[in-house]
């Protein structure tokens, strides 16, 4: 059964860092592995898909990389903003589903 | 492209109470997806719709939950009666297809909230 773990659970940082999110999953056939972010009482807004064939999307200041094989993904943010406060989701896509990691949550402190 | 569309937004009901939340998908997405985030935790996938069937339903309370998706295009989710530990955020998701890597998008979700 497919486990998603997200480390850490929350975090703390102030503005201007670059910061690292962890996600980790136990079965690596998986079609692809999207990040989401999540803002308070409010759906997923989809930030980087990365398919099993790929190992890294970039989307402005936002780095993912997949490692298949380790069962690892990162989410690389530079030059943080408070804007950036949100909870970030992983998910792997398991043969058309979705399963989520519980997220980390995120507070840029300016 | 308009996305996904979701209502109510909010909803509070008494235990034991029936709710119905409403899906409206992106046009032409042919699979339809309702899942369930309580507080502090991921989603957690309820019912996999593909046209008008049903792929999975293994995670969704039969007992007090149903889901319909009539003509393959918008979808309705029922729980009836409502228990205390279904106080959470329910979003519909759509994508092209359910096979294979295609890409989920999600709705803005329906907060319910059972006292």
Redesign the interface.
Known sequence: KQE?TQIPAALSVPEGENLVLNCSFTDSAI??L?W?RQDP??????LL?I??SQREQTSGRLNASLDKSSGRSTLYIAASQPGDSATY?C?V?QG????????TELSVKP | EAGVAQSPRYKIIEKRQSVAFWCNPISGHA?L?W?QQIL??????LI?FQNNGV??DSQLPKDRFSAERLKGVDSTLKIQPAKLEDSAVY?C?S?A?????????????T?LTVT
Not at chain 1, 96 to 103: E, S, T, V
Not at chain 2, 40 to 45: A, T
């Open positions: 998603v079609y692809n999207q989401f009482g409010k759906g997923l807004t989809s898909l398919q099993s989701l998910a896509n058309g589903k979705l399963i989520f990691g519980q997220g | 699979t997806y899942y502090g935790q991921g989603p957690k996938l996999q792929v999975d979003l998701a994508s297809t359910g096979y294979g890597s295609y890409e989920q998008y999600f709705g803005p979700g907060r």
